[in-house]
């Protein structure tokens, strides 16, 4: 699991910095989530292959979340592709692209759309799934959980010839059966592997309030992305605008027992957002700023 950063402001663009987006890679997919202006170029910038991203999700209908979405998709379609898109998203979303690119793109898009306040898996597969939760904001508006299924066993070498296990069985020892040798003796799984490495989550809040409502979602991942659109000195405007201060996002963080958080979604009235990091860490050590083209290796 790696996450890159091609997007940290809100609203509209300043200092340099983009509206939100982010690239997840993942067994072998790519998911982009958020598009704000300018996605593509940062993808561009930061040497993203932007012809793996098959999946798309969209937290909420704010313009600075998806204004980057037409574009990117008229790219593809220039570029020749063929295959499938998916794109999970308010159902006006659909409506915008298609206003937007009338015309024929050579490739499929398909929509998946997201229910005010729903929780739902909307992609199980074989090592990992995606799913969605609700986040409180001033329009309906989803978090994302990317989680790996559990990770199979781990094969130990010296105790696979030790009970001289056959090549051809490896594959059933990795995913937990026993071995009955040619004499009919059982060689138990836990004698020749070892337990796989837990398997790894990452929460991606979108914009919200300051809600503990959201910790039972994201308890525990190894990486959080939550906003963190202002300083806690302005904290009347978070309460007005149904945002949140670094202070806040620190507190969630430690509140829900996860391992790593990254804050991001910054007002354009800060130039300077090491202030973000220092008052995060005044509650939640383990800090750091989802700075553009910055990748974080869960």
Known sequence: MNLTILGNNSALPAYGRFPTAQV????????????????????????????????????????????????????LSLLGREKKLNIYCPKEIRKIIQLQLPWKLGFEIHY???????????????????????????????????????????????????YEIPKYFYARLAEGEDYTDKYGEVVKNDWVTAEGHPPKVYAYTADTRFAPEIIPDIQGADLLYHESTYLHERIDKAIDRLHTTAL???????????KKLIIGHFSSKYKDLQPFEDEARSVFENTELALEGKTFEI
Do not use: W
Request: hydrophobic share 40%; proline share 3%.
């Open 248 to 258: 806040q996002a620190g507190t969630i963080a430690r509140d829900a027992g996860v």
């Open 24 to 75: 997840l890679e993942m067994h072998g997919q790519v998911f982009l989530i958020d598009c704000g202006e300018g996605a593509q170029m940062r993808m561009q910038q930061f040497a993203v292959r932007s012809a793996r991203i098959n999946h798309i999700l969209i937290s909420h209908m704010h313009g600075d979340h998806f204004l980057g979405l037409a574009g990117f998709i008229s790219s």
């Open 112 to 162: 998946h759309f997201l229910k005010e306040g729903e929780r739902a898996i909307l992609i199980d597969a074989e090592k990992y799934a995606v799913s969605c939760f609700p986040v409180y904001h001033s329009v309906p508006t989803h978090g994302f959980l990317f989680t790996e299924k559990k990770r199979k066993r781990v094969l130990v070498p010296k105790y696979l010839q030790e």
